[in-house]
């Protein structure tokens, strides 16, 4: 049973596909804070974890030069949303949900698809 449908969250619209997930921002009990990230899945779990990455470059003082810096993050990827690997999504924070995890997927960005299609036609 459904309780709690919003239709949408921090002007994010609610999914198609419904879900009973608790940990779901759009069909469950979860609230999600302003502090957003977008990056790329690299891995996907079964219990609907994945891994999040994104690069950032950062200068050196003393070397005069930039360098490229990695930052993972594990969110709960709901069921509604079933984000792939290859997938770039948006994400905001949230209360603790696990040991890990403290973030959730809010939506879809770009479809490993889209980008290969795009990539093709350039």
């Given at each position: 049973m459904i309780k709690n449908t919003r239709l949408n969250v921090l002007g994010v619209e609610a999914p198609k596909e419904n879900c009973t997930d608790k940990k779901c921002p759009f069909h469950g009990e979860i609230t999600v804070k302003k502090e957003f990230f977008t990056g790329k899945?690299?891995?996907k779990d079964v219990s609907h974890s994945a891994t999040l990455e994104w690069f950032r470059s950062t200068y050196i003082h003393k070397y005069e030069r930039y360098e490229i810096k990695r930052s993972r993050i594990r969110?709960?990827?709901p069921p509604c949303l079933n984000a792939q690997v290859g997938q770039?999504?948006?994400v905001a924070k949230t209360r603790p949900l696990s040991k890990t995890k403290g973030h959730v997927i809010l939506k879809i960005v770009k479809?490993?698809?889209t980008v290969a299609a795009g990539s093709a036609t350039a």
């Open positions: 899945i690299v891995k969110v709960h990827n770039t999504v948006l479809n490993k698809e």
